[in-house]
Nanobody, 123 residues
Framework: QVQLVESGGGLVQTGGSLRLSCAAS????????MGWFRQVPGNERDFVAG???????SYLDSVKGRFTISRDNAGDTVYLQMNNLRPEDTAVYYC?????????????????WGQGTQVTVSG
């Protein structure tokens, strides 16, 4: 059974940092794109950052320069380093894995999802 398990969320003050981790099990994703999305109640799930199998990265404009996505050498753990956090970054953050080597911004390009981890930024 394929599982993606996020960790690292929590409560932080404006300007603080958090590092989210997503560990995959049940199969390897070293040749697959992975990404991070976020969702607030009542809104759609939005793309935050993505990393292809070749480690090409993409970001939501509002997080560029503040967030960094990376993956370990085996490709089965993906990270999201979040710096200079703002109250508008508050959301449930989800890890996702695609069935392809590259994926874009749409949720339907990703086949596997974690359960989510809450990030709350107090202002």
């Amino acid at each position: 059974q394929v599982q993606l398990v996020e960790s690292g969320g929590g409560l932080v003050q404006t300007g603080g940092s958090l590092r989210l981790s997503c560990a995959a099990s049940g199969r390897t994703f070293s040749t697959n794109a992975m990404g991070w999305f976020r969702q607030v109640p009542g809104n759609e799930r939005d793309f935050v950052a993505g990393i292809s199998a070749s480690s090409w990265t993409s970001y939501l404009d509002s997080v560029k320069g503040r967030f960094t996505i990376s993956r370990d050498n085996a490709g089965d753990t993906v990270y999201l380093q979040m710096n200079n956090l703002r109250p508008e970054d508050t959301a449930v953050y989800y890890c996702a894995a695609s069935g392809m080597a590259e994926a874009g911004f749409a949720t339907d390009e990703y086949d596997y999802w974690g359960q989510g981890t809450q990030v709350t930024v107090s202002g």
